[in-house]
């Protein structure tokens, strides 16, 4: 084991030549990062969890049923084995061939099945109740570990820096972790990808003692999220003029920092400028790989950003570009249609006593409506 620990440990991967381990050791003139004080994030991402649990429960729910957040989910799809057994065994979008066999089988239309499958997919997704909650949770810590972290801009200090770099490392574990169980979007992979390298950048740049760089992009990131989570939270509270001012400044801040500062600033920094002042060592080299990951996702989230505001600005709907984690966008959207309160499949014999009061199959395509709020698929 001993042997293990001191390969991966290696002074020539992590450190630059000349420089050991023991000198940065801590002492009484100058304190250093100490590899070792990440082991306690593990066990504070567990209390960090349990914090959010309770704060949603205790705080954010009542704050949302005091605002009026819709409380109640997606409406539920009707019991029908045969449609169940397809839809947790086969498929959830059944294609027009198995639809066809379907409706037959059933003597259901086929928009009929449609709008049963439309709906048992809804069924599995949160109500906005349960949106707000996780958005006021990762609001009032964004806001609370942005302030706090802001101070670090001018000097480092230790060992507040302690302090600040653990919390970040325990909360983005605790996001790796709750992902899975979180509200689930379309960009997961993407979402936990982000998460993976944010993890690491933190572990390198606190054992190498890069904290400077490492304080700077925290900042960064949650400044804009800060803003993001209140646009959401205005949103589900159906303040739409607040949301879309709020997304407005989310947009700015976003892309100023993100594609701005974060790459003339911090990217050239480490690129370029720290490559002559420490020299070549692997550790900079995955460093630097990671941040440059870290600006792919931003211009990838920039691109869908800047997309969705053209897009409703020139339909003139303002008040539907958010593009990123809200009631409406492509990433958590409960699939719509006007006729979605039909709860009562109509059958294709003409004598049938079932009434409906759907519209035609000639506004939808496949079940869906051409225009409107986007479908999950869209």
């Not at 760089?213 to 003029?241: F, I, P, R, S």
């Amino acid at each position: 084991m001993a042997g293990i620990l001191a390969w991966f440990w290696n002074e020539r991967f992590w450190l630059p030549h000349n420089v050991t381990w023991a000198d940065l050791q801590s002492t009484e003139e100058a304190a250093f990062p100490q590899a070792e004080d990440l082991y306690l994030a593990f066990p504070l991402a567990f209390c960090i969890f349990m914090i959010r649990l309770l704060f949603e429960r205790f705080i954010a729910k009542p704050c949302a049923l005091g605002l009026k957040v819709q409380a109640n989910g997606p409406q539920k799809a009707q019991p029908n084995a045969i449609l169940e057994k397809v839809f947790t065994a086969i498929t959830k979008h059944p294609d027009e061939k198995r639809l066809e066999g379907l409706s037959k089988q059933l003597d259901w239309d086929v928009r009929s099945i449609q709008r049963w499958f439309r709906q048992r997919r809804n069924q599995e997704k949160p109500s906005t109740l349960t949106k707000f909650c996780e958005s006021m949770w990762r609001f009032t810590f964004y806001l609370y570990i942005f302030t706090y972290g802001v101070r670090f801009l001018k000097k480092p200090l230790m060992p507040d820096l302690h302090y600040y770099y653990i919390v970040e490392l325990s909360f983005y574990w605790s996001l790796m972790f709750s992902q899975f169980i979180d509200i689930k979007r379309k960009d997961f992979g993407i979402m936990f990808t982000h998460h993976i390298v944010t993890v690491t950048l933190i572990t390198f740049s606190y054992v190498t003692n890069l904290t400077r760089v490492g304080t700077l992009t925290l900042c960064l990131h949650d400044a804009a999220d800060v803003v993001l989570e209140a646009a959401k939270m205005a949103n589900y509270c159906k303040c739409q003029k607040l949301s879309d001012l709020l997304f407005l400044t989310f947009a700015i801040v976003f892309i100023v920092s993100r594609l701005g500062v974060y790459p003339l600033w911090i990217l050239n920094t480490t690129l370029f400028e720290m490559y002559e002042a420490l020299g070549n060592f692997p550790a900079l080299w995955v460093f630097n790989v990671l941040l440059v990951i870290l600006q792919i996702l931003h211009c990838f989230w920039s691109y869908l950003i800047v997309k969705a505001a053209y897009k409703a600005i020139s339909k003139g709907k303002a008040g539907k570009w958010n593009p990123l984690h809200v009631a409406k966008d492509d990433r958590s959207d409960i699939e719509s249609s006007s006729d979605e309160e039909e709860t009562v499949p109509r059958s294709k014999t003409p004598h049938s006593t079932i009434t409906t009061n759907g519209t035609g199959g000639a506004n939808g395509t496949n079940g869906y409506l051409t225009g409107g709020t986007c479908s999950e698929e869209h």
